[in-house]
């Protein structure tokens, strides 16, 4: 996945678990409609833009839209519990990742996309692959590396459950009356 379907990606899976666990909060911080047509079907690489002026213009709106997502989430008035859900936390450190904020001449806010040799990309190993999962891209120096490597953060229990005893097999050619 590349960082511009990692970043459309992020903000879909944001959406979707806002709309399942925050419906009316999320309807008041954005037009869900627009979100819903932007969002509905997956972001990949096979529906992206075929002109870098496109896929630049996709980016911008990925970021404008993750933005907004992640403002509103962090803002005094929002329930705290909302900023705990997993695609969110996930959804900001992919904002921070993939973009930057910076004044054009106007004095207007605007949000870029970080270029790898000037701004400064975090390196693959502190990267977020996954916008679903806090999956890191693989190891630099790894020699057949396919990119993903993921961390499990469950506990295993301590002890396993004792195996079920097998059960008697009945005698066969005995019948009892």
Request: glycine share 6%.
């Amino acid at each position: 996945m590349n960082r511009l379907e990692l970043a459309g990606e992020s903000v879909r899976a944001a959406l979707e678990a806002l709309a399942v666990a925050a419906p009316s909060w999320l309807a008041g911080q954005v037009d869900v409609a627009e979100f819903a047509h932007r969002y509905g079907p997956r972001v990949d690489g096979w529906r992206m833009p075929a002109s870098q002026t496109k896929r630049d213009r996709l980016a911008q709106v990925f970021g404008q839209d993750a933005l907004a997502l992640c403002r509103a989430a962090w803002s005094p008035g929002t329930p705290p519990w909302i900023r705990e859900i997993e695609s969110v936390q996930i959804l900001r450190q992919i904002l921070v990742q993939t973009y930057y904020l910076s004044t054009d001449a106007r004095g207007r806010e605007v949000i870029k996309k970080r270029a790898a040799d000037d701004e400064g990309v975090p390196p693959g190993h502190r990267r977020l692959a996954s916008p679903t999962t806090r999956t890191h891209a693989g190891r630099p120096r790894a020699r057949a590396c396919s990119g993903w490597a993921t961390r499990s953060i469950s506990p295993r229990p301590a002890t396993l459950p004792p195996k079920p005893k097998p059960k008697p097999k009945p005698v066969s050619g005995r019948h009892r009356i």
